[in-house]
């Protein structure tokens, strides 16, 4: 994997920035094209969302889960090195309507705590290749 591709849809992602990002620090070099690469990186899911958990006797939602689901893979040339692997981190918090802001924050940092754990386990695996 000296010169990878990392194919996906969406460059704006969380996660492709913060896997990217962490690549780069571990000194991977980066292909243009996935004829230049020596491996290809494929995102083939990378999405996030929240649901409600649990609602008051009011019928007012009082926790919500946080998660990040990612399916990727790693080929080089006609050889699958990583099957696809299929991963999904939740995180639940609780809501309060009178502290939206502070709760709207929570559920941010939560996000960004996802995706660096993500990264690491992505991290973790590729260097078993």
Same mark, same amino acid.
């Given at each position: 994997m000296e010169r990878t591709y990392i194919a996906t849809d969406d460059q704006y992602t969380m996660f492709y920035r913060e896997l990217r990002h962490a690549l780069q620090q571990g000194g991977m070099q980066f292909a243009d094209t996935p004829a230049d690469a $020596? !491996?290809?990186? =494929?995102?083939?899911?990378?999405?996030?969302?929240?649901?409600?958990? =649990?609602?008051? !006797? /009011?019928?007012?939602? $009082? +926790?919500? +889960? &946080?998660?990040? $689901?990612?399916?990727? =893979? &790693?080929? =080089?040339?006609?050889t699958n090195l990583l099957s696809r692997q299929l991963l999904t981190v939740t995180r639940a918090y609780t809501y309060d309507e009178t502290l939206v802001l502070g709760k709207l924050r929570e559920e941010e940092l939560? /996000?960004?705590a996802i995706v660096d754990?993500? &990264? /690491?386990?992505?991290?973790?695996?590729?260097g078993t290749l």
């Open positions: $020596t !491996a290809v990186l =494929s995102i083939h899911l990378d999405n996030t969302d929240q649901r409600v958990l =649990s609602v008051s !006797a /009011r019928n007012v939602p $009082t +926790e919500f +889960e &946080v998660y990040y $689901t990612i399916q990727y =893979s &790693v080929d =080089s040339g006609d939560l /996000r960004t754990d993500l &990264v /690491r386990i992505v991290l973790k695996q590729l």
